[in-house]
């Protein structure tokens, strides 16, 4: 039923016919896939930080690095792991899919 | 605490002010079309976007309320900054692209984009009022709440100085003026919390002496003055204390008698608390016996500080009419270190990690707030010292509304677990926040402009945690007002920076203003007049009418910010995170990624999500307790819910109302190729 891997892309599924349509949708369901697994990667680090928090005060209150404890250097970690996947992001969709190779000359 | 007019505050705000009204009107040709009045004509830099959404987002909740909370409860105000922040997630990896590829000019549109449905346009223009209503009037009422003490106006003033200045913001030059005011606002309030936090790691940490004033503490050396054999360590404490009382007996010869506790000042819960007259003024101060530090032997009483309603309405403050004439007094500032680690008295400079490991190993004095009713109708607010580990602070369960944490129960914990679920779901669904998506030119700019917001609010939250500690420390605080914790810091350092962080407070209520105009007028305009009522009107009238409701809204959020002033209303941007993300997010989300979605389906996960959540958040503790102002167990009791965040139930049920509509009415389906 969850139909991403066969391009499902609205918005653009019922414009078929221009050239550059088929360029722009692999695109689109390109990023949209790293976008989902950065996602779910930043959703699984998200929870252990909620987990964490909510269910075990012992660690969170734990000090391993600098005196400073597990509850701030987490929540930094977290801070810093959103740009620094928001950057991977960019890098991974810097260049736009073409029909005949990825991103040959065309880069925008 | 009564502040002082700053003249230097009110000269950067006007600067400032002057030059978003000049660019606004500047700008003002731009916005003939409603592309351009309503998403600047998809011609703003990716760069500029970014910083944008930075101005949009961090509101004065974010700016004030955040460090303020941090300032009196530790770590929870982060918490907050890490759901803020993480939401942007969302917004980035999922919502972004598809929201410019599928949308115009407001949220309906995006999510109507395959359908042509009237429904839609309806639900979803009403819970974009919804949402924006309810993040309007705290920012509203936060200009007020500034402006009194800043530049002494009274609170309408401000309100009524913020919606005009906002609305001829908007009106002039629509989503172009918008844009550079959150822009302007943006790149200030990063840059400047840049600095103060600099100045707050400068300076260090020091202890310059335990309490406010020598005469703010009391000992009794219990061991010499107790026949203490056999006794535990409470009973020592009780015997100790009805000793002490009687030195204060009026046939003594002390300085001080005791005013003999009546009304809820004998209950057991306030016996802490101590009122001594003074013989000779007969001044009446208010004490609290300091719970028992390890191995301690003394009985220590500290002044609490009091703000009291009497019966006639009169107020007073520490038992004098507050002022600065003779017989007249004010609250003091609180917020120090009580001890530092080691024997040093002061840290000197330190690196931002020395700075949280030396807050960790110090020892706090935080202020809490007690309210005690007397017999005779006065009802006295006692704001006392506590000293507090450096150790707790810097761990989440401090603050009334997390304290669920640190309880054993689950459903103690849900109420936490179900905040930081709508947080997370929440940015992603805040149509002022969606609808700058539009402003830029394609997905490519809709992407980097995500990512320069994200760097930007994340650096901004990291700093948030600093300014809040560096408050805490200041000794500069006033008790009866978190919110002034960050200018009251910049106070601390000097004049210029207390009048430049002032007057970004209050920039930034323009900045979230003026988005949120802008959504409401869109929602109004583009989905209900000219989609759902099919109101016939060109793009020229389209602009003027865009004009007249966005003046309107103004005029709205004026009213509002002075109706609503005496509430505390900071609790009602968290009520519009979990509205937006209960409506609006499972419908985005299955609109993107399940192809059998319907119209019927969107339109009753909305409405469900809205109504839910709200009549969830009406029926909740926290409204019982804070809007109909029952105390707090009348309101545990009257309550009809378990907990007092909806998300974690009302966001599901979206998806689940959706997914089973959807299934029983196929015919719903958008059908390929339908022409836009």
Not at chain 1, 87 to 102: E, F, I, S
Not at chain 2, 23 to 37: H, T
Not at chain 2, 175 to 193: D, R
Not at chain 2, 583 to 604: C, D, E, H, Y
Request: with cysteine.
């Amino acid at each position: 039923v969850f139909a991403l891997g066969d391009y499902y892309v609205v918005g653009l599924d019922h414009k078929p016919g221009e050239s550059g349509d088929l360029d722009s949708l692999l695109t689109s369901a390109r990023n949209s896939r790293y976008g989902l697994v950065l996602f779910a990667i930043y959703l699984a680090v998200y929870t252990g930080y909620v987990w964490l928090s909510a269910f075990r005060p012992d660690l969170a209150e734990a000090t391993p690095v600098a005196g400073v404890n597990v509850a701030v250097l987490y929540g930094f970690g977290l801070i810093v792991a959103a740009f620094v996947l928001a950057l991977l992001y960019g890098w991974l969709c810097r260049k736009p899919v073409h029909v005949d190779g990825p991103g040959q000359e065309d880069a925008a | 605490v009564i502040y002082e007019t700053s003249s230097l505050a009110i000269g950067v705000f006007a600067v400032i002010v002057g030059i978003t009204l000049g660019l606004s009107f500047y700008l003002g040709s731009r916005a003939k079309s409603s592309q351009g009045f309503f998403a600047a004509g998809g011609g703003i830099h990716w760069f500029v976007n970014g910083v944008a959404f930075a101005g949009d987002y961090l509101s004065a909740a974010s700016f004030l309320g955040i460090c303020g909370m941090i300032a009196f409860y530790g770590y929870d105000g982060f918490l907050y900054s890490i759901g803020y922040l993480a939401g942007w997630v969302v917004a980035l990896f999922v919502i972004a692209e598809p929201m410019k590829r599928l949308g115009k000019y407001t949220l309906a549109d995006a999510l109507d984009s395959r359908f042509q449905s009237r429904g839609i346009k309806l639900a979803v223009a009403i819970s974009t009022l919804a949402v924006s209503i309810f993040y309007l009037i705290p920012q509203m009422v936060g200009a007020g709440v500034l402006i009194t003490p800043l530049f002494n106006f009274p609170h309408y003033v401000g309100v009524i100085l913020v919606g005009a200045v906002v609305t001829i913001i908007v009106v002039t030059a629509g989503m172009v003026s918008t844009t550079y005011v959150q822009f302007i606002k943006g790149s200030l309030l990063v840059v400047f919390s840049a600095v103060l936090t600099v100045m707050i790691l400068y300076r260090g940490l020091s202890e310059n002496s335990k309490w406010e004033k020598p005469a703010h503490v009391r000992t009794w050396d219990m061991s010499s003055s107790v026949s203490i054999a056999g006794l535990d360590i409470d009973e020592q404490r009780r015997v100790a204390r009805n000793r002490l009382y009687e030195q204060f007996a009026p046939e003594r010869e002390s300085d001080y008698t005791l005013v003999p506790p009546t009304g809820d000042w004998s209950s057991d819960e306030n016996k802490s608390f101590i009122r001594l007259q003074d013989r000779e003024s007969g001044l009446i101060s208010t004490w609290y016996e300091l719970p028992p530090l390890e191995g301690q032997t003394e009985l220590l009483l500290v002044s609490a500080q009091t703000v009291a309603k009497l019966p006639d309405g009169r107020k007073s403050v520490n038992g004098l009419p507050q002022g600065r004439n003779e017989g007249e007094t004010d609250l003091w500032p609180v917020g120090r270190v009580y001890d530092l680690p080691g024997d040093a008295k002061k840290t000197g400079p330190l690196g931002p990690l020395a700075f949280l490991r030396t807050i960790q190993q110090s020892e706090i004095v935080t202020w809490g707030k007690q309210t005690i009713k007397d017999d005779d109708g006065t009802v006295t607010d006692v704001y006392y010292p506590k000293i507090t580990s450096g150790r707790d602070l810097m761990r989440p369960g401090n603050h009334p509304a997390f304290q669920g944490i640190r309880s054993p129960k689950l459903a103690d914990k849900l109420n936490f677990l179900s905040l930081m679920l709508a947080l997370f779901c929440g940015t992603a669904s805040l149509p002022h926040i969606l609808i700058r998506y539009y402003t830029v030119k394609d997905q490519t700019a809709a992407r980097k402009s995500t990512i320069v917001g994200i760097g930007s609010i994340g650096f901004f939250y990291v700093l948030t945690l600093f300014i809040g500690l560096g408050a805490m420390t200041s000794g500069a605080l006033d008790v009866t007002n978190n919110n002034m914790a960050a200018p009251l810091l910049a106070k601390s350092f000097n004049e210029w920076l207390f009048a430049i962080i002032s007057a970004i407070a209050f920039t930034t209520v323009l900045g979230t203003v003026s988005g949120l105009i802008i959504a409401s007028s869109g929602a109004v305009v583009h989905d209900l007049l000219a989609s759902f009522f099919k109101l016939e009107m060109h793009d020229h009238g389209k602009v003027r009418i865009a004009k007249i409701v966005s003046a309107v809204v103004g005029v709205i959020a004026i009213v509002l910010g002075i109706v609503f002033e005496k509430m505390n209303v900071t609790y009602l941007v968290g009520w519009a995170f979990s509205v937006a993300a209960s409506a609006n997010l499972p419908s985005l989300v299955m609109l993107l990624f399940w192809k059998r979605t319907t119209k019927q389906g969107i339109t009753a996960a909305v409405t469900v999500g809205m109504v839910s959540s709200l009549a969830w958040i009406l029926l909740s503790a926290d409204t019982f307790k804070d809007v109909y102002g029952y105390t707090a167990e009348a309101a545990a009791q009257a309550s009809l819910v378990p907990f007092s965040q909806p998300g974690i139930v009302t966001i599901p049920l979206g998806f689940v109302v959706l997914i089973v509509v959807s299934l029983l009415t196929p015919s719903g389906v958008a059908k390929q190729g339908v022409a836009e």
